[in-house]
């Protein structure tokens, strides 16, 4: 479990160092991502607002703990304490600027691993050794050396191919290990590891419309994803809502590359119950739209002063179309031509 740690930290310095994203090389990301990431809170935009010069120290800051921290695990227990306190740090500054699921409670809970009864309050400790002392007793072997030694060398060996390629390594140079690794790989026993490798500097959001006519276009309302500007980000973690995350990643490619958005656009018009119930609100209580489309918006922060005259958290521009206007015919989903819209 340490070792994963080790990974899961080291692997994220490293590919933010490897993949050559300019932002990183300069020391700018932070300046975007509390902006861009997926599902920002409202405390992300307090954040977003914090100097350049404050923006730069935090990424030198996230470099060293991710790229130094990691190998004061197996340090002397001092030490350790402090590469412990680094590495969760930074996981409850993520935590209280951004929306990951359960992904920094994971990652809390094996930096646990790290420390010993000793940090621990005295009351915590004696009530602990009390109800211990009260527990019935279980006698139980340890695992012998000979099960678990040849799992660690196991596991070590197949994680070294993933960890060695996030320099970047051509594969042909780790010989067996990349055989190994794909051996295993369908079994899910080790991973690879690095996050943010590069950074998105620009946030386009997609706003589903639908219209009964073609003329008048009326947006559905997502219930997490930035959609209204006036709507204050909110908290979601640890939960993980799926559909306002994928349309995130959505919009950074074509609709091609998200084949699921088109059955999402299908049910809509079909008007489909459950899928109706992920979205905040239906502009078409009594009947489905016709036509369905997206829309492509460039989403920035507003400054203060902004926010303090209108209450708008969001500004957007609109910056496009994503995909055709869609509709259904006998049953089937079809995109209208260009001009095709049927207007009464």
Not at 106 to 124: H, K, R, T, Y
Not at 303 to 323: I, L, N
């Amino acid at each position: 479990m340490r070792w994963l740690l080790f990974r899961l930290m080291f692997s994220s310095a490293v590919v933010k160092i490897t993949s050559g994203d300019p932002s990183w090389r300069h020391l700018t990301a932070l300046q975007y991502h509390y902006e861009t990431q997926c599902l920002p809170p409202w405390t992300a935009w307090y954040a977003h607002h914090l100097p350049a010069w404050f923006q730069r120290w935090s990424a030198i800051s996230m470099f060293a703990i991710e790229g130094i921290a990691p190998f004061l695990i197996v340090a002397p227990r001092r030490i350790r304490m402090l590469g412990a306190a680094a590495m969760t740090l930074l996981q409850a500054l993520i935590l209280l600027t951004g929306n990951y699921c359960f992904f920094n409670l994971l990652a809390l809970a094996l930096i646990v691993l790290l420390l010993d009864d000793a940090v621990w309050p005295l009351s915590w400790r004696g009530r602990v050794a009390r109800l211990d002392a009260s527990a019935p007793r279980m006698t139980r072997g340890r695992w012998p050396g000979w099960a678990t030694g040849p799992v660690t060398v196991a596991i070590l060996v197949m994680s070294l191919a993933p960890l060695v390629g996030t320099f970047r390594i051509p594969p042909a140079r780790l010989g067996p290990l990349v055989f190994l690794n794909e051996i295993a790989a369908p079994l899910r026993v080790v991973s690879g590891y690095g996050l943010f490798a590069v950074m998105t500097t620009r946030r386009q959001e997609i706003v589903v419309e639908g219209s009964q006519e073609g003329r008048i276009w009326l947006p559905y309302e997502f219930r997490y994803k930035p959609g209204d500007v006036k709507r204050r980000p909110r908290f979601v973690a640890p939960h993980q809502p799926r559909l306002d995350w994928q349309m995130w990643f959505a919009a950074l490619g074509d609709f091609r590359s998200s084949p699921w958005y088109l059955g999402f656009c299908q049910r809509l018009l079909e008007g489909s119950r459950p899928v109706l119930g992920l979205l905040a609100s239906n502009p078409f209580p009594a009947a489905p739209p016709r036509y369905v489309r997206g829309v492509l918006y460039d989403y920035h922060f507003t400054d203060a002063a902004t926010r303090r005259a209108t209450g708008a958290w969001w500004r957007r521009e609109e910056s496009g179309r994503f995909g055709p206007v869609l509709t259904l015919v006998d049953g089937q989903l079809v995109a209208v031509p260009e001009g095709g819209v049927r207007r009464r």
